[in-house]
């Protein structure tokens, strides 16, 4: 499926993705929020030079009817708000990428450096904190960006209880996947 030579796998926690579960691959563990995310990434890319790179991850939905490991394809920014400045919620302004597309098939993915346990203003399928950040430095430095996330919670206010008892599950569909 994947060169697992010319692949990186990166994950924002080691609770999300012990190593156990795909030895022979190469995980990096990023921490939490978009700034970890593409700091670790950029120096990852340095280091292994990667032709693709998969990100893996937990994520809240934003629909009740969606449930397990899904392949996300468009990403949005949802904490960026410069609507007082006349941009669209989710545009960086003065930027030509805002949302970005892989033109892969799967769901929307917004990502915000908080989380979500209350419905947020931009809407997408789910909701998490690093793939924006990953994509669009994948985008800018020309490396295929392929994204999967387990569904652990329903951005609720129950949402933290479910991360913690879904992160078992996520690891064990994810590394399915790929076995």
């Given at each position: 499926?994947?060169?697992?030579?010319?692949?990186?796998?990166?994950?924002?926690?080691?609770?999300?993705?012990?190593?156990?579960?795909?030895?022979?691959w190469?995980?990096?563990?990023?921490?939490?929020?978009?700034?970890?995310?593409?700091?670790?990434?950029?120096?990852?890319?340095?280091?292994?030079?990667?032709?693709t790179?998969?990100?893996?991850?937990?994520?809240?939905?934003?629909?009740?009817?969606?449930?397990?490991?899904?392949?996300?394809s468009?990403?949005?920014?949802?904490?960026?708000?410069a609507?007082?400045?006349?941009?669209?919620l989710?545009?960086?302004?003065?930027?030509?990428?805002?949302?970005?597309?892989?033109?892969?098939k799967?769901?929307?993915?917004?990502?915000?450096?908080?989380?979500?346990?209350?419905?947020?203003?931009?809407?997408?399928?789910?909701?998490?904190?690093?793939?924006?950040?990953?994509?669009?430095?994948?985008?800018?430095?020309?490396?295929?960006?392929?994204?999967?996330?387990?569904?652990?919670?329903?951005?609720?206010?129950?949402?933290?209880n479910?991360?913690?008892?879904?992160?078992?599950?996520?690891?064990?569909a994810?590394?399915?996947?790929?076995?």
């Amino acid at each position: 499926m994947f060169s697992k030579s010319k692949t990186i796998i990166l994950v924002a926690l080691e609770d999300e993705l012990p190593k156990k579960y795909l030895p022979t691959w190469n995980i990096i563990y990023s921490g939490v929020g978009k700034v970890n995310a593409a700091y670790s990434l950029s120096k990852a890319i340095h280091e292994f030079e990667p032709s693709t790179v998969i990100n893996f991850g937990t994520a809240g939905t934003l629909s009740s009817n969606l449930n397990g490991l899904h392949e996300v394809s468009v990403f949005k920014q949802r904490d960026m708000d410069a609507v007082g400045l006349g941009f669209v919620l989710g545009e960086t302004p003065f930027d030509e990428i805002s949302t970005i597309d892989n033109k892969r098939k799967g769901l929307s993915c917004g990502t915000g450096d908080s989380f979500v346990n209350t419905k947020p203003k931009l809407l997408t399928d789910l909701v998490d904190m690093e793939a924006y950040a990953l994509a669009k430095v994948c985008k800018l430095s020309q490396i295929e960006f392929i994204c999967y996330k387990y569904i652990s919670d329903n951005a609720d206010d129950d949402a933290n209880n479910a991360w913690n008892e879904n992160l078992t599950n996520g690891a064990l569909a994810f590394s399915n996947l790929l076995s």
